[in-house]
């Protein structure tokens, strides 16, 4: 079992950047594919990236594709997403999730308009 921790979150105005973390225990994170989803008010589960193993291979969500970028960090067991042009749609708690649907705690991401 993977503990996983989101970190970055926050409030941002429309247009503006965050970069989230997600900093995975163990040694097994380079093992797993790993995914970004989201969590609107009201909404389910909304997946929005994944990453393979090896790094390559990246896809999007259309309607992030363009202002998100998925990336690891296997030597520091660590997921990444550089979210640019945020828009209020956006607004979400962000989880990292492994391809077992492991899931952290999240973290609240807040774009205002």
């Known amino acids: 079992e993977v503990q996983l921790v989101e970190s970055g979150g926050g409030s941002v105005q429309a247009g503006g950047s965050l970069r989230l973390s997600c900093a995975a225990s163990?040694?097994?994170?380079?093992?797993?594919?790993m995914s970004w989803v989201r969590q609107a008010p009201g909404k389910g589960l909304e997946w929005i990236s994944s990453?393979?193993?090896?790094?390559?291979?990246?896809v999007y969500l259309d309607s992030v594709k363009g202002r998100f970028t998925i990336s690891r960090d296997d030597a520091k067991n660590t997921l990444y997403l550089q979210m640019n042009s945020l828009k209020p749609e956006d607004t979400a708690v962000y989880y990292c999730q492994t391809s077992t649907k492991e899931r952290g705690q999240g973290t609240q991401v807040t774009v205002s308009s």
């Open positions: 990453i393979s193993r090896g790094g390559s291979n990246p």
């Open positions: 163990g040694n097994i994170f380079r093992s797993y594919a």
